[in-house]
């Protein structure tokens, strides 16, 4: 036994009866059908059989799996910063949060097209409570961050998950993805929260934590959609915010999220991973003494990085206008995307509504609010 057990992706040698034992489920059979159009079950089936390891699946099924998801809602990804990184280093990826699945499915799909190492991804144990989304999350390489839990609990969940980042990072050479914060933006503002540092620094080996975060190479990345597939559905919440009420999940909501986020249409997705953070970390360590500042210090940098490498797309700007009843991006979208916007506004939310009409430009309209702050205060 493994003191990772609980949390860890499948090993290599689970694979083969892992994916055995899920091949004949409905969800396992509609995802093969869609992504294999001109396979016979069987032909699907006897390929399947024949995997042995977590990279054998990745290639032969799982990325062929969203390249069609690519195909069918999106206009195509497009990425930038790769070159910059090392073919055979393992990083730290950590990046902003829109989408449950596709976030890291089309990080380790740009990675793959790089011939870099792919990522084990960190995932909530709270929206693979489907005994086949576990398995097909864990043959993967997704470990679990467990929700939920009494401070107690938490603390020994949160030393456990940084020794296994640790581990894989340092002993197996393995890429990892991790957001910025628990659970995905729902307002467009971007922003790592500080306890994500301060679990990924509790295995800390060395007598400043900035050492161990060069160590373990912290990699910014920036994510951002056209068109978010979940935008209508995350109004919910923010409308019980808004009243100041507790906002209590249906009990499929987190699934309807996952499959929403991956059929939806996307138009547009960008990907960067931004530099190596190395000589930030000094300057930090070198201005700062006590390690609450180094963590405020190092926080502004991974969002600055974030919000300057994040691509704009018409929806954003078309959003900002609208919702400041302005003209000053015009020129950033024609009149066909702002009325194919407008038509989605009108189409996905209660236009009768203002705080949820607000609240939905608003989610397109943060990240120009964020980059023009970061520009004023360069």
């Known amino acids: 036994m493994s003191k990772f057990d609980e949390i860890r992706h499948y090993h290599d040698h ?170 995905r933006t729902k307002d467009g503002n971007d922003a790592t929260h500080q306890g994500v540092l301060k679990m990924l620094g509790m295995a800390s080996d060395e007598e400043c934590l900035m050492d161990y975060f060069k160590k373990i190479k912290i990699v ?44 939806g249409q996307k138009r547009g997705i960008h990907i960067h991973v931004g530099d190596v953070l190395d000589a930030e970390l000094d300057n930090i360590k070198a201005n700062f003494d006590k390690t609450n500042k180094q963590m405020q210090a190092l926080t502004s940098v991974i969002d600055n990085s974030i919000i300057k490498n994040y691509r704009l797309w018409p929806t954003n700007y078309i959003a900002y206008d609208i919702l400041n009843k302005t003209n000053k991006f015009k020129d950033k979208y024609t009149d066909q995307e702002k009325q194919l916007f407008e038509r989605r506004l009108e189409l996905r939310v209660n236009k009768e509504n203002q705080i949820i009409v607000d609240n939905f430009l608003a989610m397109y309209a943060n990240p120009v609010v964020n980059k023009l702050k970061l520009i004023e205060n360069e």
């Open 14 to 183: 689970e694979v083969n009866e892992v994916l055995k034992q899920i091949s004949k489920h409905p969800m396992i059979k509609a995802l093969m059908g869609f992504t294999f159009p001109n396979k016979t079950e069987d032909q699907w089936l006897e390929s399947l059989r024949e995997v042995k390891s977590i990279q054998q699946f990745q290639n032969d099924f799982a990325y062929h799996s969203i390249q069609r998801i690519l195909e069918k809602s999106s206009n195509g990804l497009s990425s930038s910063g790769f070159e910059k990184l090392d073919k055979n280093t393992s990083y730290l990826y950590i990046s902003n949060h829109r989408d449950i699945i596709m976030d890291t499915s089309l990080l380790n799909v740009s990675l793959k097209d790089h011939g870099m190492i792919m990522t084990a991804s960190a995932i909530g144990d709270n929206l693979v409570q489907k005994s086949f989304l576990l398995a097909l999350a864990k043959v993967n390489r997704n470990f679990l961050v467990r929700r939920g839990l009494p401070p107690r609990e938490l603390l020994e969940s949160s030393k456990l998950m940084s020794e296994y980042i640790r581990h894989l990072l340092t002993e197996e050479n393995r890429s990892v993805w991790i957001a910025q914060r628990e659970g």
């Open 220 to 263: 910014p990345v920036s994510i951002s959609y056209e068109y978010d597939p979940t935008d209508a559905l995350k109004m919910p919440q923010i409308l019980a915010k808004a009243n100041n009420e507790d906002y209590v999940k249906d009990r499929n909501e987190d699934f309807i999220n996952l499959y929403s986020g991956i059929i």
